[in-house]
T-cell receptor, first 112, second 113 residues
Framework: EDQVTQSPEALRLQEGESSSLNCSYT??????LFWYRQDPGKGPEFLFT?????EEKEKERLKATLTKKESFLHITAPKPEDSATYLC?????????????WGAGTKLIIKP | KAGVTQTPRYLIKTRGQQVTLSCSPI?????VSWYQQTPGQGLQFLFE???????NKGNFPGRFSGRQFSNSRSEMNVSTLELGDSALYLC????????????FGPGTRLTVT
């Protein structure tokens, strides 16, 4: 069964304390992996797309990496405004159409 | 550039009623997708419309339907509402079609009593 698991469920960090969020997947035929952030009361905001193992993307304090089994979202020297829920979604093909499988998210809290 | 807009933002309905939600995509985007988000199930895909045609559909009952107009605006309709339909309904627009780089609206919070 195709599955996407995010860990940890929640993460509390001090401002400036770097860490990583994990998105592991067991799917057949990965077409791409997406990272989004979602603030309370808002829709998800697109961050990155990764297509193949070894690929890396960066944006400000965030860096996303991809292996054949998982993706990491590294947060360097985070600030309170980085607090949000981070969602990953895996793109696969099923019955000649696309399917997007979403993880449950990691709630990140950055304390000043 | 204006973002994705959804109306209404909040809605309270009674079980058995029907509801229509509206979504206006980013200008130039021809793809609109609809999602249901709940604390227990997370984000679940409802359907995608691209240039007025339904391109993909998730595993939701036929009570959930949608359409897209020639200006790319989309509506989602839920008939015979059930308590379990209470959720945040999100629409997302995409330039090249889902699932690539989707831009989400703020959502419509539907409460069914």
């Amino acid at each position: 069964e195709d599955q996407v698991t995010q860990s940890p469920e929640a993460l509390r960090l001090q401002e400036g304390e770097s860490s990583s969020l994990n998105c592991s997947y067991t799917v057949s035929g990965l077409r791409g992996l997406f990272w989004y952030r979602q603030d309370p009361g808002k829709g998800p905001e697109f961050l990155f797309t990764l297509y193949s193992a070894g690929e890396e993307k960066e944006k400000e304090r965030l860096k996303a990496t991809l292996t054949k089994k998982e993706s990491f979202l590294h947060i360097t020297a985070p600030k309170p405004e980085d607090s949000a829920t981070y969602l990953c979604a895996v793109h696969i093909l099923m019955d000649s159409n696309y399917q997007l499988i979403w993880g449950a998210g990691t709630k990140l809290i950055i304390k000043p | 550039k204006a973002g994705v807009t959804q109306t209404p933002r909040y809605l309270i309905k009674t079980r058995g009623q029907q509801v229509t939600l509206s979504c206006s995509p980013i200008s130039g985007h021809r793809s609109v997708s609809w999602y249901q988000q709940t604390p227990g199930q997370g984000l679940q895909f409802l359907f995608e419309y691209f240039s007025e045609t339904q391109r993909n559909k998730g595993n939701f009952p036929g009570r959930f339907s949608g359409r897209q107009f020639s200006n790319s605006r989309s509506e989602m309709n839920v008939s015979t509402l059930e308590l379990g339909d209470s959720a945040l309904y999100l629409c997302a627009s995409s330039l090249n079609g889902a699932p690539y780089e989707q831009y989400f609206g703020p959502g419509t919070r539907l409460t069914v009593t």
